[in-house]
């Protein structure tokens, strides 16, 4: 039998994640494959991890305290997953986004194509549409890619729905839990590239997940000044720290100290810069 770890972290969507947990559960799966779920649970006070041992008793819970946001609970997930056996795949999923029917067979499929040898990453679509993609695979150049019916090569990704063979893992690692939240999917394609990993698009839509706010609090000039600084240092934010660690490691020294610049004056004077 070969084996799959799910990682997933959660915090207070316990409508969103029941539905992620049970779609996950209900998909096709080819017979010679078995699916363990390692769930961070970080510091949920919804009811979320109680709901999950009743409905879903087989889910490996992981609590933690609160402190440690989607990428170092996918971290602490994966480290998890990782000492508790060897797995031949790991998929990451986001806890608001619903697989399609087809989504894990289509991926193992893609993944086998490309010899177990790369990463294989699922694009979602709006929950209201099925041709407008919202994360996904993306370009250097042109940002997201709508997948097509043959497997793309992207140059980074969002961390929605990614398939990672052993392979990968036991070159590239995990993702750095320097980043608390986000950059830290963006960071770990990078890095995977950069040691010879290629990561494709997968075939067709293989998720349903609504785009998050496009303008965030932190550089929203309809927010006070207070409002944004706050948004800004949180990790849930642009955190100029971990943001310059991103931009030096993969764009170099002098772009990331401009970077830092421009966001701290970003912060001050938002008007400055067109809602994109």
Known sequence: MKKI????????????TLTCLHNLLLRVLPKVFVLDVFLVNDG??????????????????????????????????????????????YLWLNDDTILNENALETLLQTSLQKENQSIIVGAT????????????????????????????VCDYFNGNIVLIPNFVYKKVGTNDPVFHHALGDF?????????????????????????HETLLTWCNPNKSF???????????????????????????????????????????????????
């Open 226 to 276: 207070k409002q944004r600084w706050k948004a800004f240092r949180s990790p849930l934010g642009n955190n100029p720290e971990e943001f310059f660690v991103f931009q030096k490691r993969h764009k170099g020294f002098i772009k990331a100290i401009m970077n830092y610049f421009t966001n701290h004056l970003r912060v001050v004077f938002p008007s400055l810069w067109k809602k994109k």
């Open 125 to 152: 679509s709006a929950l209201d549409s099925n041709v407008e993609v919202t994360y996904g695979g993306r370009s250097h150049k042109t940002g997201l890619i709508s997948p097509t019916n043959k497997p793309m």
């Open 187 to 211: 960071d770990y394609g990078l890095r995977a590239a950069k040691l010879g990993i290629k990561s494709y698009i997968a075939p067709s839509f293989l998720g349903r997940c609504d785009v």
């Open 44 to 89: 949920c006070t919804d009811g979320t991890p109680e709901e999950i041992k009743q409905r879903f008793p087989s889910v490996n819970i992981i609590n933690s305290n609160g402190n440690l946001f989607w990428n170092r609970g996918m971290h602490l997930a994966w480290q998890t997953a990782a000492k508790t056996k060897e797995y031949d795949f």
């Open 5 to 16: 770890a799910v990682l997933l972290t959660v915090f207070n969507r316990k409508e969103k």
